[in-house]
């Protein structure tokens, strides 16, 4: 890779994509490239840049915009989304109704809001510990990364106990897990029927029901705690002009958002901690002594090392403009390479090295600007939850496969790893 553009978007450039990235910073760092799906688009890998283009309003997330708008649906990176009432929600409109919507939503991730719904975190990561800590071995994507923010998110919007397990079954397929998603406790042996499209379609009829019956059954005052789902529909109610499509949307957007970038957070940072036994042990001495702190500053550089989104969403050139000295032409899509950014060495010192103790570290890992992750205080939460469960319930585990042989899962938007077998000696 010295005097030719790296090889993008292979299976083995989805196991390590850093040092493609490191050639494109320093050759190439704003570089027109051909996606698999045929679309040409920019990517931005350097630090610098990311930050700008993050910020900048001529970058629309409107897919309207861009030059060849027959391409542009379900440019979001969710899976099945190519229907027009799906696609009216934060990720991919701008300002005003961006403002009105994030504004909606705000109130359920407050920093109150999300202390307050530490308990149910803590409770669901030891039931998940507690189904596989007697049995000696699990995949943690399955077993653990995958089904705990998938039950948090569905509790925080309201979907009720009964049927969360339908959310974890379409969950699966649009993961398009080993298998066609993880196990049903229901039918053993079994993952969810049928296809992505299918489990899209399924997901976003049940949430348009769920709105409805809500809507029916809603008190006059909201109640303490109330979920989100009826908050957006007391808003639509009360003057804030909140479709029923928008209303859907916005609830599967969050539901899909609010559990993927979890999903992978606490899968690749637990990969991290198990291939640097050094920064692990480090970790989880603290943990012993009772001193979370290093536990946060932790999982920030687990964010920065190797995070769960490794592009930010599709953006569009609204007018003509130049990033990182390349003339970006209106229509254009631009993608921002986080994975690249938080690694550049102009602005991190010894990028490719894990250091849990890294005190400057504004990295990009949940984005920048009016789009920055609003959901990123609850995966915090999750993320520092379900690792210091892991370390101080499981203290011996060890990875149980070679590195070299783990899959990630394909896709432009994020970075996540398809299984992560473990063994441990055995307890309760």
Known sequence: MHDQPPTLFTWEFASDPYPAYAWLREHAPVHRTRLPSGVEAWLVTRYADARQALADQRLSKNPAHHAEPAHAKGRTGIPGERKAELMTHLLNIDPPDHTRLRRLVSKAFTPRRVAEFAPRVQELADGLIDGFAGRGTADLIHEFAFPLPIYAICDLLGVPREDQDDFRDWAGMMLHLPGGGPPDPRRPGKGPRGGVARS??????????????????LPAEPG???DLISALIRASDHGEHLTENEAAAMAFILLFAGFETTVNLIGNGTFALLTHPEQRDRLQRSLAEGDGGPLETGLEEL?????????????????????????????DPVLVVLAAADRD???????????????????????????YCLGA??????????????LTRLPDFQLDADPADLRWRGGLIMRGLRTLPVRFTPGR
Do not use: C
Not at 200 to 217: G, N, Q, T
Not at 349 to 365: A, I
Not at 377 to 390: D, F, I
């Open 303 to 331: 964010l920065r090392y190797d995070g769960p989104v490794e592009m930010a969403t599709w953006r569009y050139a609204t007018e003509p403009l130049t990033l990182g000295g390349q003339d970006i032409a209106p229509g």
């Open 200 to 217: 899209v379609k399924m997901m976003r009829a049940y949430l348009a029901d769920l709105i409805h019956r809500k809507r029916e059954a």
């Open 377 to 390: 205080p609850l995966a915090r939460l999750e993320g520092q939850t379900a690792l210091a469960t892991l």
């Open 224 to 226: 303490p705690g109330e």
């Open 345 to 371: 060495p102009e602005r991190f010192d010894d990028p490719d090295v894990l250091d849990l103790g890294r005190r400057d570290n504004q990295h990009l890992g949940y984005g920048h600007g009016i789009h």
